[in-house]
């Protein structure tokens, strides 16, 4: 059944172009090319005002059709449906919580603390709401407790890692990249349903109902706990309920274990004996309404995955987009009509490749390997919101530097300078980080001047909390604020999720995972000896294929195990002595550094103790300066710490394991107003904070002094 919420009511199909959600009068009122810029100071200008909750929520809203603001005449209800459709809880060790994401482009702790007091990272927690919609597909109402209605909640995850095949390639990039065969993970355990028992994670399908239940987690009826191995119980999660009766999917603490003795981590994703808590599953909701009628809402899915550790800094092409692509090869959701908006659909592309200076050196010194205009500057962002033809050959020029997805070439000095899906294959196109097909469109697009220029650096927006938002664009505000903060690839294989969101044979319709029926219940899917491109699409010996509907743990059991060994893996891109293992590197050329998912995982970083010299009002500009523009590995100190420390890939899979709530958080910063601040350092600083020791043996991780308010300046020495 097609969500028809998220059909766009108007517009033509244009090949290549992408689903806003919405479309319509689309477009804010034309600026001045000029207006808001000239007192704007560059990285100021996109590192910090355009990400305040000011901007992209108002980006969101000028994408409001006018013609479904207004309350719907027909409030029958049709049908009933839980979103987001696809909710992203991530794991942390910490007691306290905070909630995912629920407008677009709001940080989900606005005071950066994403550790508690005892250096412990906090859990996102997803909350899922119901929704009543008419025939048209018109947004009624959010079903709510106090209007008397009642919702029974149905949560069941599962983690189904150990149960799955290991990870090599992604199966579907065909002769660009080959998928390559894995082997099932623990193969010595031959039977299904001995596997079934050792390894599947299954807590089954907890109920909830009510308001304010399980308020402090701690009833074990709501617990969501399995068994690894067959005696290492291994809590997924619990649920709760808020006031209101929404339900909130609470994560695993982040924990990863071997069940067996003397069995260290040898794999980048693929280690026997070995479970985390990463899990996904179905999310239902049987909706008692006060007129005594109940109905069944469409399902939702939650994935519970790892901590996005740059929350701040948007990734360059988001899951959000990906299934936007796929919404559109399905026909599910039409695109826009050109003229394109270029603030909705161009100018984010700029925006996070700006923001990539804060957490990967190849961006931050993109002048020495590309030669683009600096896109955190207010002034050139006004030129490439241009339409006219004279700015036509600036536009093209800009357009090339992307690296195309159509062509066959390597184009390994193009943008984003990311690695991609085909790293396995020196000559693959795909070797290199491309973007989606349907996005790269949109560029095309614009460099042919298909666009509006709608562009206002300051639109002074101040939509920060959901309730905000027009409730006919509450549930694409939900959709997109689950899934924009989440990687769009390279799926090698992912940070939260991976390459099978590219098919719509996993959907029920636009961002909604279809439940599987008629699958095993113990959640073992057996492919036979090796999965192979041809049975992950077409099944094996009359076992449907992967890329189908799902159960519980399907979506995640693709994904590294554990999850830190590819959570430290993506930082070893290791240039001309590399280390001598499969995971790694080994590229002759030694800048720029590529990277994987520096927006969720950073590779280079602006450390706290750096941020504070940066604000010591008695240093010389020059000495602010220079601390400014030093950069750190984010991972230092994983590897191995100590005097002639003999480090390598190996150790810092292991120690990530037990070091991973010891990483920083990259956090946005705004310098306090200061009369001898360098014009060269923007006031608007993203900083990495709250990073631990790396000791093991440390006997304390407190945290290191927060830099907002800036220490005293030390004693000058005599030499001074």
Not at 312 to 335: G, H, K, Q, T
Not at 477 to 488: D, F, H, I, N, Q
Not at 538 to 549: D, M, Q, R, V, Y
Not at 596 to 616: E, N
Request: glycine share 8%.
């Amino acid at each position: 059944m097609v969500d028809d919420s998220f059909r766009a009511p108007g517009g033509s199909p244009k090949q290549g172009a992408i689903l806003s959600g919405i479309d319509g009068d689309n477009a804010m009122s034309e600026n001045d090319p000029k207006s808001g810029a000239s007192n704007i100071k560059r990285r100021d200008f996109l590192a910090g005002a355009l990400l305040s909750p000011l901007v992209l929520p108002r980006i969101a809203q000028a994408a409001v059709d006018r013609t479904r603001t207004a309350a719907p005449a027909d409030t029958q209800i049709a049908r009933l449906a839980v979103y987001p459709p696809l909710g992203i809880s991530r794991v942390g060790n910490s007691k306290e919580y905070f909630l995912a994401p629920e407008v677009p482009g709001i940080s989900p702790v606005p005071d950066g603390r994403y550790k508690d007091g005892s250096q412990k990272i906090k859990k996102q927690v997803q909350r899922f709401r119901v929704y009543a919609f008419n025939k048209a597909g018109e947004v009624i109402r959010e079903i709510s407790v106090a209007d008397g209605h009642r919702i029974e909640w149905t949560v069941h995850v599962a983690n189904t890692k150990a149960a799955w095949y290991g990870f090599n390639n992604p199966l579907d990039n065909g002769e660009r990249a080959p998928g390559l065969p894995g082997q099932l993970r623990n193969q010595s355990i031959t039977d299904d349903a001995r596997r079934a028992r050792m390894l599947v994670i299954n807590p089954g399908a907890k109920k909830i109902s009510g308001t304010n239940i399980n308020s402090k987690g701690n009833t074990p009826d709501f617990d969501m706990t399995g068994c690894f191995w067959e005696k290492m119980p291994v809590k997924l999660g619990h649920l709760q309920t808020d006031d209101a009766g929404r339900l909130l999917v609470f994560p695993g603490d982040g924990v990863s274990a071997s069940a067996l003795p003397n069995n260290p981590i040898s794999n980048f994703s693929d280690n026997d004996g070995w479970h985390d808590d990463w899990c996904d599953g179905v999310v239902q909701a049987k909706v008692h309404l006060k007129g005594g009628s109940t109905m069944d809402a469409e399902n939702g899915w939650v994935a519970c995955c790892g901590p996005d550790f740059a929350p701040d800094i948007p990734p360059f092409i988001s899951l959000y987009d990906v299934m936007c692509d796929v919404n559109i090869e399905a026909n599910w959701s039409m695109p826009p009509a050109l003229p394109l908006s270029f603030t909705k659909y161009i100018y984010p592309f700029f925006q996070r490749m700006a923001l990539m200076e804060w957490v990967a050196s190849a961006a931050n010194l993109q002048q020495g390997w590309i030669k683009t205009g600096d896109f955190s500057d207010p002034a050139y962002i006004v030129r490439l919101a241009d339409p006219s033809p004279e700015n036509e050959a600036c536009r093209q020029e800009v357009f090339k530097k992307f690296r195309n997805p159509h062509s066959k070439e390597l184009q390994q000095y193009a943008l984003p300078y990311m690695l991609g899906d085909g790293i396995n294959y020196n000559n693959s196109p795909l070797r290199w980080f491309h973007i989606p097909k349907q996005q790269y469109a949109l560029l095309q697009c614009w460099a042919a001047g298909q666009f509006i220029n709608d562009f206002n650096s300051n639109p002074g927006n101040d939509i920060t909390r959901l309730n905000q938002v027009p409730l006919a664009e509450q549930p694409e505000a939900l959709t997109r604020a689950a899934l924009e903060p989440c990687s769009g690839g390279a799926f090698h294989p992912g940070v939260e999720l991976t390459w099978p969101l590219r098919h719509k044979e996993l959907y029920r319709g636009p961002f909604r995972i279809a439940l599987a029926t008629g699958r095993s219940p113990d959640l073992i899917q057996n492919l036979g000896l090796l999965l192979t491109p041809e049975k992950a699409f077409g099944g094996h010996c009359g076992t449907a294929s992967a890329i189908a509907p799902q159960m519980p743990g399907d979506l995640t059991r693709w994904m590294g195990l554990p999850w830190q060994c590819d959570a430290f893996s993506c930082q070893q891109v290791n240039f001309a002595n590399s280390a001598n293992d499969d995971s790694s590197l080994d590229i002759a050329d030694d800048f720029p550094v590529a990277t994987w998912w520096p927006a969720l995982l950073p590779i280079d970083v602006l450390p706290q103790d750096f941020y504070a010299s940066v604000l010591r009002t008695e240093l010389s500009a020059a000495e602010r300066i220079k601390f400014f523009q030093n950069r750190v590995s984010w991972s230092r100190g994983v590897a191995g710490i100590g005097y002639h420390a003999n480090a390598s890939y190996t150790d810092g899979l292991n120690r990530m394991v037990y070091l991973w709530d010891r990483m920083g958080f990259v956090v946005k910063k705004v310098a306090a107003p200061d009369p001898s601040w360098p014009e060269e350092i923007p006031k608007v600083l993203y900083v990495e904070v709250d990073r631990g020791s790396m000791d093991l043996s440390a006997l304390s991780k407190e945290p290191p002094k927060d830099p907002s308010t800036p220490t005293p300046a030390p004693k000058k020495s005599a030499c001074q």
